[in-house]
């Protein structure tokens, strides 16, 4: 039996991992991105395929991490994917080359995959050995915590009229302080029970279908605003620390996101907190193109930071309880669709952005693409008898 000082030093563990990897490693380029397009004139296409190569190394990350091959590596993994997220995100402040953004961001989703997937089933299994399985939302919080200081780092260096590249080194910076303190937290792998028996093949139903489209969806529909939030402020003439206070209330919103909507969906039920919290976005993706001023990215950071989190963990918790004995490929499958539709929206937004020359178009298809994966997912309910 686990400890319970031991379960919270893994959970704090894994919330810095996952602050380093995902929110720091994967979401800072939201805060940079405006200061690039402008200093190196990059267009939106640009910014959203470079986005996009960030999410399709997500992706295969996420399917090489879900192989058998890895059993009983999963710290050294783990380490090694902090590691070079803290050594990638200084190496793009190192180059202005698309060539080398495109590469480098990619590698960064890989082993932010890695990170997310392995630190899980390290932090989770220390956690389920405490009876503590509460403390999962506080794992899934880090990614709120990493935007947040994210955020701070770029109202510092903003007053002090630093350039983008000095954004990225100082990530770098950050990223590797996380990951010594990682190091010394997680002094060991996932507890295991001996067992590794094959997985099952995942049922053949209607409702599971709806639950992995309805989940790419979401993917499209949430990224849009995650990519281009800050650049949609610098757009509307906001002030650079506006901007970083925008991308601030976005974390802070994401930190307690995943335990409030776990409360919530023990109350109304999983299928119906996972469609509301998708029903908020929407307000919040709208708002942040259709109000402006201050009030309009506000309110987009405030219900963008304090639902999408929170969906992506919904998301699996629904998937999973349609395919119980086959928690491994239902994972990969689910996160190979949330990944195509994260791949699909910077681009297309991008593109939109570029040819009408703002986002709103953008963001009212990725508002659209919410409402569907809300109304799939809540059809997707058991029917009470």
Known sequence: MTSASTALRFTFAGMIAMAVAMGIGRFVYTPILPGMMEEL???????????????????????????????????????????????????????????????IRFLAGLASAFVMVFMASIVFSHIAAAGRSELQAWHFGGVGLGIAISAAMMALLVTDHAGWAAG????????????????????????????????PALPKSWPLTKIIVAYGLFGFGYVVTATFLVAIVRQGGGSRVFEAMVWMVAGLAGFPSVWLWQKIATRIGF???????CFIEVIGVTASVALGGYSGPLLGGVLLGGTFIAITALGLQVARRQAPEAPRRIFALMTSSFGLGQIVGPIAAGLLAQASGDFFLASIAAAAALVVSGAVIWSAAPKSP
């Open 168 to 199: 990225w080194l100082w990530s770098g910076a950050i990223s590797a302080c996380g990951f010594v303190v990682v190091a010394l937290l997680a002094n060991e792998g996932p507890l295991t029970n001996g067992q590794t028996s094959r997985e």
């Open 41 to 103: 004139h990059l267009s939106p296409a640009n910014a959203g395929w470079i986005a996009s190569a960030n999410y399709l190394g997500y992706l295969v990350g996420a399917f090489a991490a879900a192989g058998g091959w890895a059993h009983g590596r999963e710290r050294l993994l783990m380490l090694a994917g902090l590691g070079a997220s803290a050594v990638l995100a200084a190496l793009m402040g190192l180059t202005d080359a698309m060539a080398a953004f495109l590469a």
């Open 271 to 277: 299928y119906a907190a996972y469609a509301l919290a």
